[in-house]
């Protein structure tokens, strides 16, 4: 291939996003496209039952002269890939809450760790050496970031492999996460003295030779991110949606000239509808058959009926939207924000307006476009994903810079499940979705003093001015399992609500959902509409098998049995259900020999319907198949 119309090389996606998974062998690949889930026919498990990681695949693009861009593999030239990460969670400072956000009293945090001082500050970071790979199907010892340690003990925190076209494939860890003293229990959501995770992230490189002439790519990052219990459900404000909402107050981009109900409203209206499968509070208030119900034909043609006839339920559904600086806790969407329960030293709230997420700046005017009829009613049906392959290249380079911000929780930030608060902060980015970027072989600095001042810390020269090997996910919870086992849904925190809701991070960590029995009820068609009903709207708590007594044991369960908790997952109702498709059932959560007693005799009652019911419903007194059967525990009376 001729190297001379080519004027830049960059690597795409410009932020990719792997996750953690304890599968021996098998995985699958991030997906490609925007609002799409990664593809997996086995459900993102192994035949154990163990979770797959997550693989980010970065690929090589060359602009030329021209404007054209195309992808450059192995076929056209050489390219060698160069890759660091690190976890500096445990040497970091504490999260207490986001540093950005625009009140006064917001304290500088403190170390986390802070008993260990001087040379041992260090042994807390886990750093592994730069990897390098090229050539096809590469994979093995060589490439492994297991050199990194924890004060003597190596961590694996990923590999690296590539494709048969020479795309580079990253590999996150295990899920893995201790503390240093063994026997030490986690006591808090974010702060765990002493604790390490596999969490890590850090830049990708390439150099490319192509007919004679190297080039060095523009560089990219990579995010390992704990698993996806969600795969195919998305934050009602996503990633994506906070650097579109910066990049336009900044200038990069150039704002929507008009709204368009397909890519601007149905979206919003369909990621809260999709919070019903993660948290029973939404179901009755966006659920199937409620007036907001984002899937249903008849209330997607009124939601995209833009006529004066319509204005007066536009308004109202508009009035019921949290905008910016809006204190109701009764609006949309029934989220947590970023400062939940903050408080001042004096008791008073540190942000009022941040106790429930609302919407970004742009989606908020699109809301507003819509409420007063200035949109295009677009609507030609469910929107499909194209084939990326058949998309052009350039479009190709966009999708996959937007998609891993689309699948990432947009907020809140307290702090997050994979990246937070500080993408926010226009001084992180050098081009939309492109971080500005250490030196390679820069070490991330961890030292800014006892106490992380908020002037510092939004400094261009700060921590978040440049990005390097572990700067991203050293806010986020140490251990990643504690945090996502303490933030929950409305009726934990507040047991006097009527709903569930509030969610937390739902689309990412289920608060109640659909259990495989209950679907397999309601969708069997044999039960009266009634009863079909009850059990479609039955959800169950997503962390019971880990609950115990208590916060404490909750969040000690999770470090080690996170992978035995459900993934919520589409599938498709039996033909003839009255189930939508696709319901979204929790799936692989883990069997044991002991049945449930109390589906037992549901069972065995509804077998009285029919003699031949049993059977086909999978179940009657002592029949529940063995691998369908589920564990559970029991607690005596005073222990709860």
Avoid at 72 to 88: G, S
Wanted: glycine share 10%.
């Amino acid at each position: 291939m001729d190297a001379s119309p080519i004027v830049s090389v960059a690597i795409h996606p410009a932020i990719g996003v792997a996750r953690v998974g304890n599968a021996r062998e098998e995985w699958f690949l991030a997906a490609d496209l925007r609002g799409s889930a990664p593809a997996d026919p086995d459900g993102y498990r192994d035949a154990d039952g163990r979770i797959k990681r997550q693989v980010s695949r970065f690929r090589i693009y060359a602009t030329h002269a021209s404007g054209e861009v195309r992808e450059l593999t192995l076929d056209e030239a050489e390219i060698e890939w160069r890759v660091e990460v690190a976890n500096l969670k445990a040497g970091w400072y504490q999260f207490n809450y986001p540093l950005d956000l625009p009140v006064a009293g917001i304290e500088a945090p403190e170390r986390r760790n802070a008993a260990f001082t001087g040379g041992d500050r260090g042994r807390l970071d886990i750093r592994p050496s730069e990897k390098a790979i090229s050539g096809r199907n590469e994979a093995g010892a060589p490439y492994r970031f297991d050199d990194g340690e924890f004060f003597g003990k190596r961590v694996y925190l990923g590999e690296l492999r590539t494709d048969s076209a020479g795309r580079l494939l990253v590999f996150g860890g295990r899920g893995a996460s201790a503390p240093l003293t063994p026997g030490t229990a986690p006591r808090t959501f974010a702060n765990n003295d002493g604790w390490h995770d596999d969490i890590c992230d850090g830049p990708v490189r390439a150099r490319v030779r192509v007919g004679g002439e190297t080039f060095e790519a523009e560089p990219a990052h990579v995010v390992v991110a704990p698993p996806n219990y969600g795969p195919g459900l998305f934050g009602v404000v996503t990633m994506d949606d906070v650097l579109q909402d910066l990049y336009v107050r900044e200038g990069w981009v150039a704002a929507p000239e008009v709204t368009r109900f397909t890519r601007d409203i149905w979206p919003v209206f369909d990621r809260i509808s999709g919070h019903q499968w993660v948290n029973d509070g939404f179901l009755p208030i966006v659920g199937v058959g409620s007036p907001l119900d984002a899937r249903s034909p008849e209330i997607i043609a009124k939601l995209q009926e833009g006529s004066s006839a319509n204005a007066g339920f536009r308004a109202q559904v508009h009035a019921l939207f949290r905008q910016p600086g809006d204190e109701r806790p009764e609006a949309l969407p029934p989220i947590y924000g970023d400062a939940l329960s903050d408080r001042r030293p004096d008791g008073t709230l540190l942000d009022p307006t941040r106790q429930e997420l609302f919407l970004t700046g742009l989606q908020y005017e699109h809301l507003q476009n819509w409420a007063d009829g200035t949109f295009e009613a677009d609507w030609q049906g469910m929107p499909e994903f194209p084939d990326f392959d058949a998309l052009p290249p350039k479009a190709q380079t966009e999708e996959l810079d937007r998609a891993g911000m689309y699948e990432c929780l947009g907020g809140p930030f307290h702090p997050g499940i994979e990246v937070t608060w500080p993408f926010r902060l226009a001084i992180m980015w050098k081009a939309p979705y492109r971080l500005r970027a250490l030196p390679e072989g820069t070490a991330v600095r961890q030292d800014y003093g006892e106490t992380l001042s908020v002037e510092t810390a939004l400094a261009a020269d700060g921590p978040h001015g440049a990005s390097g090997p572990g700067s991203l996910t050293r806010w986020l919870g140490v251990p990643w399992q504690t945090d996502e086992a303490s933030c929950n849904s409305g009726l934990l925190y507040s047991p006097e609500l009527y709903l569930s809701s509030p969610s937390f991070w739902g689309a990412r960590v289920p608060n109640q959902v659909l259990s495989q029995e209950a679907f397999a009820l309601a969708s069997s068609g044999r039960l009266s509409p009634e009863e079909a009903d009850r059990h479609f709207a039955k959800r169950h708590l997503w962390l019971r098998d880990i609950n115990g007594r208590g916060y404490f044991e909750r969040i000690d369960a999770m470090v080690t049995r996170w992978w035995k908790l459900g993934l919520v997952a589409a599938k498709t109702p039996p033909e003839g259900s009255d189930l939508p498709d696709p319901t979204f059932v929790e799936t692989g959560r883990q069997p044991s020999a002991t049945a449930d007693p109390s589906l037992e005799l549901l069972l065995a009652v509804l077998a009285l319907e029919d003699s031949d019911g049993a059977a086909e419903l999978g179940a009657g007194p002592g029949g529940t198949p063995p691998e369908e059967r589920r564990g559970y525990k029991t607690f005596s009376r005073g222990e709860i």
